[in-house]
């Protein structure tokens, strides 16, 4: 058994499976606060734009009386309007401070949607590198489980061989039996521990890939956002300051329209981005946390049961169906299917 | 105009060493706010946070936009502190898995924390205090309402005043004797702050009931270089260096003998109140002497003897 092939990656035990396991799952627990934290952030995003709407309303009901004053060719308004122009200076309110406040609302959402894009987007690449990890374990536990596989049946014939052995002196084959024997259950051992590893990675894989899926969903959901947004807050901003010498005759009223309809699309596309998005994640994160918690407990449950009623018989056939499952792994992964 | 990536950091450093240069008082816009907020646009500080990097293509100056993108991050910085900001070991994670955004996340982070500690110029804002207060309660105040204008200068109109008896109506005082603005005013600023001195001068007597002391309008800007588009009664010589402009006019009892030291604007034709005066002056800095020459020059063309700075391109003061 010399040039047999050596296990991969940290030596597998009872304890350090359960710590893997662990680890796992507070990896995942860990995301998930981060990608409920990052809700939470979303819908705060979506309560402030809510209220910049209904201010961007209010102005808008605004210029528009102003539009029907000035325009207003009644009699009765043109014989009031010496009078209201006489009005003391300090009632009239002006129409670019209310633009200027009203601008600098929608930049600091849109500067928040910039940076909470940001950290979509790192989200996504941590998410991804558990899902790498979660692959990689699962690679070396199956080249793990095959080794385990191989060195079982080795021992099963070297104990036959053993037993068959009439040139060896009893008390020699009594010494061999009892360390091939050992041997067999310590492998046997690491042979459903490592199937346990395995099964651990494909459980956790599923869901690991929804989460980042979910949060990969929000990030260019958001980005594309940010770009459109970005685009249409910078033209407003434009008119908006190429218009405030002016902002406040009458003249330039409908202009001044059109600079809020900018703006008020900038935030009607962020408000149904948030709407978009909170579904999802209030649809995803609940049932991925829920499957994900009854499957840790379910495999380590199952791992307990296997290892109690661990003997020889039972060993040996689990290592050639092991065997062919790996041949058959091997297989799939040939044809391109994922594990 | 938008300046390419490789202009933005030495325009901002320019602009910041021509206003270090010019170090204008206080009937200008903040200095100080206005070295911090041009070293937030720099790339050194934020990176390509804030581009687009746009100025205005007749005063050369930044534009609203860009301005407002670095008061819209100081608000963003002002939710958090440099505790709670990544650390340098979350960074190198972020960066081993995405080298641009992990640049991008440590740009930000330097960038709020410049942000945390720096004074910004306002869009509009309107602030004062109470200067004195006499017997009968008449008061003397000051006030001070400063905007990025329309054409992407920066403007301050600064007011001293005494109301007749305690204040009412739009400025009054609360019951610790602090001043309280109403919004209003603001408005009426926001209207008016371009408009002729005088007849804002008009206006703020018959909005306010009070005595104006002292009336002043500074102006930051524009500021020159090459691409900016001059005006055509402008030597094309003066368009080939940098040159920031900084103009005051004034009406007020303290000035005791009317001035016009303004080559750009001709005097107004106005008559000044009684009892005060008017004073209208520009200051440039230059970026070299022979551009400084060149000013000199055409300002003596239109009978005016200028006031040249030439700026230092190194680390600016602090006032």
């Known amino acids: ?339 | 105009m938008e300046l390419p990536l490789e202009r933005v950091g030495s325009y901002v450093r320019a602009l910041r060493a021509a206003l270090d240069a010019l170090a204008p008082n206080e009937d200008h816009v903040s200095l100080s706010a206005s070295l911090d907020h041009l070293h937030a646009l720099d790339p050194a500080v934020g990176g390509s946070l804030l581009l687009p990097a746009e100025v205005s293509d007749h005063t050369g100056m930044p534009t609203y936009q860009w301005l407002e993108r670095a008061r819209s991050e100081a608000v963003l910085a002002a939710r958090g502190t440099d505790d709670a900001d990544p650390s340098d070991a979350e960074l190198e994670r972020a960066s081993a898995l995405d080298p641009e955004l992990g640049r991008r996340m440590r740009d930000r982070r330097t960038l709020y924390r410049h942000l945390r500690l720096a004074e910004l110029l306002p869009a509009t804002r309107l602030g004062g205090a109470v200067r004195r207060v006499g017997p009968g309660g008449w008061t003397q105040i000051a006030l001070a309402y400063d905007r990025m204008a329309p054409d992407g200068r920066w403007v301050r109109v600064r007011v001293e005043l005494k109301t007749p008896g305690p204040p009412t109506g739009a400025l009054r005082l609360d019951a610790q004797g602090r001043l309280v603005i109403d919004e209003a005013l603001k408005h009426l600023f926001t209207r008016h702050f371009s408009t002729p001195l005088l007849a804002l001068r008009s206006q703020l007597i018959d909005a306010l009931g009070a005595e104006v002391l002292h009336l002043s309008r500074g102006w930051t800007g524009p500021f020159w270089f090459p691409g900016v588009e001059l005006p055509p009664s402008v030597p094309t010589a003066l368009g080939q260096g940098l040159l920031l402009h900084a103009s005051i006019e004034i009406i007020a009892t303290d000035v005791h003998t009317s001035k016009h030291l303004d080559p750009w604007e001709p005097p107004p034709d106005e008559i000044v109140p009684e009892g005060q005066g008017s004073f209208r002056e520009r200051r440039f800095a230059a970026s070299d002497e022979r551009l400084a020459e060149a000013v000199r020059d055409w300002s003596a063309s239109r009978g005016v003897r200028a006031q040249v700075t030439t700026l230092q391109l190194t680390r600016p003061r602090r006032l």
């Open chain 1, 1 to 339: 058994m010399s040039d047999r092939q050596h296990y991969l990656g940290e030596q597998l035990s009872h304890a350090v499976l359960q710590r893997r396991q662990r680890e796992v799952a507070e990896r995942h627990r860990r995301a998930m606060g981060q990608v409920s934290e990052l809700l939470d952030n979303q819908k705060q995003i979506g309560r402030e734009l809510s209220s910049g709407l209904t201010t961007l309303k209010r102005q808008r009901s605004e210029l528009d009386r102003m539009e029907q004053q000035e325009t207003d060719s009644s009699l009765l308004a043109s014989l009031v309007r010496p009078f209201t122009a006489r009005r003391s200076a300090l009632a009239r309110r002006s129409i670019a401070e209310g633009l200027l406040r009203q601008y600098e609302q929608v930049s600091v959402r849109l500067r928040e949607a910039t940076a909470f894009s940001d950290e979509l987007k790192l989200c996504a690449l941590e998410l991804q590198q558990e899902v790498d990890r979660l692959h990689r374990e699962l690679g070396e536990a199956l080249h793990n489980q095959r080794v385990a596989a191989e060195r079982v049946l080795q021992l099963e014939e070297a104990l036959v061989e053993v037993d068959e052995d009439a040139s060896l002196r009893p008390e020699e084959q009594a010494r061999r039996r009892d360390r091939f024997e050992f041997d067999a259950r310590t492998e046997a051992v690491s042979l459903e521990l490592y199937k346990a590893a395995a099964e651990l990675c494909r459980q956790h894989i599923p869901p690991a890939r929804a989460l980042r899926d979910t949060v990969l969903q929000l990030h260019e959901e958001m980005a594309q956002y940010v770009l459109s947004a970005t685009h249409t807050v910078n033209a407003a901003g434009r008119r908006i300051q190429g218009l405030g010498m002016l902002a406040d005759a009458p003249i330039v009223v409908q202009e001044l329209q059109e600079s809020l309809d900018e703006l008020n699309l900038a935030m009607e596309a962020t408000a149904d981005y948030v709407e978009r998005s909170s579904h999802l994640i209030a649809e995803v994160l609940p049932h991925l946390s829920a499957r994900v918690q009854a499957e840790s407990e379910a495999t380590e449950a199952a791992l307990e049961m296997e290892l109690a009623a661990i003997d020889r018989e039972r060993s040996r056939v689990h290592a050639e169906r092991t065997l062919r499952e790996a041949a058959q792994d091997e297989i799939e992964s040939l044809l391109g299917k994922d594990p």
